[in-house]
Antibody, heavy 121, light 110 residues
Framework: QVQLQESGPGLVKPSQTLSLTCTVSGGSISSGSYYWSWIRQPAGKGLEWIGRIYSSGSTNYNPSLKSRVTISVDTSKNQFSLKLSSVTAADTAVYYC?????????????WGQGTLVTVSS | QSALTQPRSVSGSPGQSVTISCTGTSSDIGGYNYVSWYQQHPGKAPKLMIYAVSKRPSGVPDRFSGSTSGNTASLTISGLQAEDEADYYCCSYAGSYTLVFGGGTKLTVL
C-alpha cells in the first residue's frame, strides 16, 4: 500500500525558509487520480491546509499562506516538497504530507506520520 | 477563508450516539458535496473516516455516518466505544481549488 514519509530539518531560524520533502512509496506519484498535499498542525491546535500539487506540477495554495509557500514535485524521485519562506514562531507545527483524491477533493488518505518543525533562534 | 466551526468538545457513554457538527457557509459546506471527516488520536496522524459527505472508506465501521443540511455537516457515531475517544476534524472544499478544516472537536467517552 502507498506510504508517505516526511523529512527535513526539525529546527529553522526565524526569517529563514522551511524546507520539507515527502517521499512516496508503494505507488507512483504520477497517478492522475491523486494530488499531493501539505497540512500542518500547531501543538494543541487544529489542522491547516497549506496547499497541493498535481503530478503535472499544477499547484493550489491556502490564500493565507500563498505569498510564502512553494510546493514542487520530482516525479523521478517520487517525491514532493514544501518551501515556506520568512518563517516565524507561528509556523512552528507538525507538518504532514498526504495523498488527496482528485474525485473526492477533501479525501486525504494516506497521511505521513508527521514531522515537527520548530522555528527558533 | 475562515476555519469551519466545530464544538470544542462532546461526550457520550459507551453504547450511546453522539453527533459532531461542523458549520460553514454557502461558499464551502453549503456549496459543494465535498465534506470529509478525520479522526486523530494523540500523537498520531489523522485518519479518514468519511468523505464526500457520507461515504465510508473500507475498514471504517458503519457506526460512523455523515450528512449535511444547508451550511452544516454532521458526523454521527453510534454505539460509542472507548476507542472512539479522539479529536475529530471536518474538512470542506471552499471553492477556487482551496480547502478548509474545522477547528476540531474532542470526543470524550465517559
Amino acid at each position: 500500500q502507498v506510504q508517505l514519509q516526511e523529512s527535513g530539518p526539525g529546527l529553522v531560524k526565524p526569517s529563514q525558509t522551511l524546507s520539507l520533502t515527502c517521499t512516496v512509496s508503494g505507488g507512483s506519484i504520477s497517478s492522475g487520480s491523486y494530488y499531493w498535499s501539505w497540512i500542518r498542525q500547531p501543538a494543541g491546535k487544529g489542522l491547516e491546509w497549506i496547499g497541493r500539487i498535481y503530478s503535472s506540477g499544477s499547484t493550489n495554495y491556502n490564500p493565507s499562506l500563498k505569498s510564502r509557500v512553494t510546493i514542487s514535485v520530482d516525479t523521478s524521485k517520487n517525491q514532493f516538497s514544501l518551501k515556506l519562506s520568512s518563517v516565524t514562531a507561528a509556523d512552528t507545527a507538525v507538518y504532514y504530507c498526504a495523498r488527496g483524491s482528485v474525485a473526492g477533493m477533501t479525501q486525504f488518505d494516506p497521511w505521513g506520520q508527521g514531522t515537527l518543525v520548530t522555528v527558533s533562534s | 477563508q475562515s476555519a469551519l466551526t466545530q464544538p470544542r468538545s462532546v461526550s457520550g457513554s459507551p453504547g450511546q450516539s453522539v453527533t459532531i457538527s461542523c458549520t460553514g457557509t454557502s461558499s464551502d459546506i453549503g456549496g459543494y458535496n465535498y465534506v470529509s471527516w478525520y479522526q486523530q488520536h494523540p500523537g498520531k496522524a489523522p485518519k479518514l473516516m468519511i468523505y464526500a459527505v457520507s461515504k465510508r472508506p473500507s475498514g471504517v465501521p458503519d457506526r460512523f455516518s455523515g450528512s449535511t443540511s444547508g451550511n452544516t455537516a454532521s458526523l454521527t457515531i453510534s454505539g460509542l466505544q472507548a476507542e472512539d475517544e479522539a479529536d475529530y476534524y471536518c474538512c470542506s472544499y471552499a471553492g477556487s481549488y482551496t480547502l478548509v478544516f474545522g477547528g476540531g472537536t474532542k470526543l470524550t467517552v465517559l
